[in-house]
Structures are given as structure tokens and as C-alpha cells.
């Protein structure tokens, strides 16, 4: 069974561009949630979908913005982009249900760096 | 606010020995717990999870306590081995917005020495 795959795995934009990035969840699984690591911040948590809807959100400026599409697969979009967006940014889905014991698995992630 | 804190930034263990990594969390409603390991450049990779119902679960050379009157869980990696040198990540969920989304610590970096 696939894992998750983001697109691309590495990117370099120019401040004040916008950026988006591709997430494909495992199959079968309807939650795609985002984060973002950057050196010593470990993983913050950007927004979660849910059956193409906004379940959750991190406390990220409104520049950094999501969508899911019917077949689950998801992208995050950062407009504007400051030199701080610099960082890994990781998709990871899981089944998704409103229960307890829901194990969230990471694709490779996409490294973007702003100069 | 730090709810989920890794306050070891590093360890190193010589190979053979016990890893002990820590992980402490201050939110009640927490009552999920994963640990993940992520070699650099590659996303983390699921380890090993633990329900607040338990205080123990182990699996292979992993294992996890949780002491919930305490707010800790530790990880236990027995014999430790050079592979297993990477960042480990603590995280903890519970009822959110019914999603039970991770919260995660910052990490500790873990060196195994031959």
C-alpha cells in the first residue's frame, strides 16, 4: 500500500511569491493534516481536512491557506512568502475518525527554502 | 505554551545500552500518545503509540510507559543500536474538534555510538 506522497520534494521561491504544495494520502484514508518544521520548532501544526472541509487550524498567518479535493488529496498554498516560511513542510493522513488512537503517518515532505 | 515538552535536546548512548528518551504533557485531556523517528531529510516515521487505558506497550526493542498521574511517558529503546540515531518526536492527542490531531514536542536527538 502507498504511503503518502508530497510533490515537490524541494523548491526555492523568491519573497513575495506564492507557493503550493501537493499531498496524496494513503488510500483510504480521509484526514490530510499539514505541518511545519523548521531548526529547533519541531513540527507545528498548520490545519487539518476532513472530508474536503477545515477541521482543524494551527495559528498560522492567513497567507498559509489548504484545500482538499473529493479523493482526498490535498494541497496548502503560502502567498507572500517571507524568508521565515523557510522549512520542511510535512503532510501526514490517517483514517480520520472522532476517536481515540488515531495514528497520523508522514510523507517525505517538501523542503521549500525562500531567498 | 508548551503542551507536549521534550526536554532533553540530545541524548548519546553507547550501542548496546538502554536509550531512554522523555516526554512530558500538561494538557489532561491528552489520552493518546505516539512516538515518531525522523532521519534528516525524510518525514518521521510512526514507532509506537500507547492508550491512556494502558501503562505499557512494547514492541520489539521499543518500549513505552506511560505514568499518567505524573503527565510523563518515556521511551525505552533496548539494546540500542547505531541505526537507531535520529530525532525522536513525542506526541500526544485527545478530543479536538473530534479530529484527535498530534500535538508534538520539539524532539531530542538521539546518538547511538558503536
Known amino acids: 500500500k502507498a504511503g503518502v506522497t508530497q510533490t515537490p520534494r524541494y523548491l526555492i521561491k523568491t519573497r513575495g511569491q506564492q507557493v503550493t504544495l501537493s499531498c496524496s494520502p494513503i488510500s483510504g484514508h480521509r484526514s490530510v493534516s499539514w505541518y511545519q518544521q523548521t531548526p529547533g520548532q519541531g513540527l507545528q501544526f498548520l490545519f487539518e481536512y476532513f472530508s474536503e472541509t477545515q477541521r482543524n487550524k494551527g495559528n498560522f498567518p492567513g497567507r498559509f491557506s489548504g484545500r482538499q479535493f473529493s479523493n482526498s488529496r490535498s494541497e496548502m498554498n503560502v502567498s507572500t512568502l517571507e524568508l521565515g516560511d523557510s522549512a520542511l513542510y510535512l503532510c501526514?493522513?490517517?483514517?480520520?475518525?472522532?476517536?481515540?488512537?488515531?495514528?497520523?503517518?508522514f510523507g517525505e515532505g517538501s523542503w521549500l527554502t525562500v531567498v | 505554551d508548551q503542551q507536549v515538552k521534550q526536554n532533553s535536546p540530545s541524548l548519546s548512548v553507547q550501542e548496546g545500552r538502554i536509550s531512554i528518551l522523555n516526554c512530558d504533557y500538561t494538557n489532561s485531556m491528552f489520552d493518546y500518545f505516539l512516538w515518531y523517528k525522523k532521519y534528516p531529510a525524510e518525514g518521521p516515521t510512526f514507532l509506537i503509540s500507547i492508550s491512556s487505558i494502558k501503562d505499557k506497550n512494547e514492541d520489539g526493542r521499543f518500549t513505552v510507559f506511560l505514568n499518567k498521574s505524573a503527565k510523563h511517558l518515556s521511551l525505552h529503546i533496548v539494546p540500542s543500536q547505531p541505526g537507531d540515531s535520529a530525532v525522536y518526536f513525542c506526541?500526544?492527542?485527545?478530543?479536538?474538534?473530534?479530529?484527535?490531531?498530534?500535538?508534538f514536542g520539539r524532539g531530542t536527538s538521539l546518538i547511538v555510538h558503536p
Open positions: 506526541a500526544a492527542s485527545g478530543a479536538s474538534g473530534g479530529s484527535y490531531i498530534p500535538t
Open positions: 501526514a493522513s490517517s483514517l480520520g475518525g472522532n476517536l481515540s488512537g488515531n495514528t497520523i503517518y
